[in-house]
């Protein structure tokens, strides 16, 4: 899966997750199926392979469903290739073996990247690529549709707000920014004392836009974490 931070790709895995429960429900086999979530961190310090044969002897008795590996941050892995080519080689390896002879125990590895750059050349190099998923920023449909849920969960009249506007200036923006700007916009209107408003969202949707635009590590001396919420 391939994608920006705070895109979804791990709601996406739950509920793929959820959709494996669903069938083997219909299928009357249960609902028994491992999951392992495994940050490349842990495989720099405890190996692929080692990994891997943890999980096949835990699951002496594999579950009706099949167990789904998901690897967060791939790329983390991948940078480890200039310092530890004996790691990218034993995973690189142990991708393309079966983790067992047995057909009927599947496994489903899920991998997940924001920084696909670092992949494409070494994975496609060695065909450890499968089915590539890419996640993009919401539209601006999609964007002005959570604005729209957002604020009538709050009870607010989403009439008194021009929610178009804020759609338009948040383009490129995840789910997570849109709360964020929702929240900061809730937190501010405490401070000041005034009635949560379009106004209040209009700058922290700016906000949010020159954080993403600009770097402004320059001006942390000069401007204190209370005047940026004021």
Not at 52 to 60: C, H
Not at 106 to 131: D, F, R, W
Not at 152 to 166: A, E, R
Request: aromatic share 10%; proline share 4%.
């Amino acid at each position: 899966m391939v994608g920006p931070t705070h895109i979804g790709k791990n709601f996406i895995v739950k509920a793929f997750c959820g959709e494996i429960i669903n069938l083997l429900r219909k299928q009357n086999r249960g609902y028994n199926f491992k999951f392992y979530k495994v940050k490349s961190n842990m495989i720099v310090s405890y190996g692929i392979t080692n990994i891997l044969e943890t999980i096949i002897k835990s699951n002496k008795y594999w579950p009706s469903g099949p167990v789904v590996l998901f690897i967060d941050d791939i790329d983390e892995l991948l940078r480890q290739r200039a310092g530890n080519n004996q790691l990218l080689s034993q995973f690189l390896t142990s991708m393309n073996t079966p983790l067992d002879s047995d057909p009927n125990k599947q496994v489903i590895l899920i991998a997940a990247t924001s920084k696909p750059e670092l992949l494409y050349h070494t994975m496609k190099q060695y065909n450890c690529l499968g089915k590539e998923i890419r996640f993009e920023h919401p539209t601006f449909k999609f964007r002005k549709a959570y604005l729209e849920r957002e604020l009538k969960n709050m009870g607010l009249d989403i009439c008194q707000f021009d929610l178009d506007s804020i759609a338009q200036k948040t383009e490129g923006c995840s789910f997570v920014d849109l709360r964020s700007i929702i929240n900061g916009a809730i937190i501010r209107s405490w401070m000041r004392k005034q009635p949560f408003s379009q106004q209040l969202l209009e700058e922290k949707a700016m906000e949010i836009f020159l954080a993403s635009s600009f770097d402004c590590s320059q001006y942390h001396a000069k401007i204190s974490p209370l005047q940026l919420l004021l």
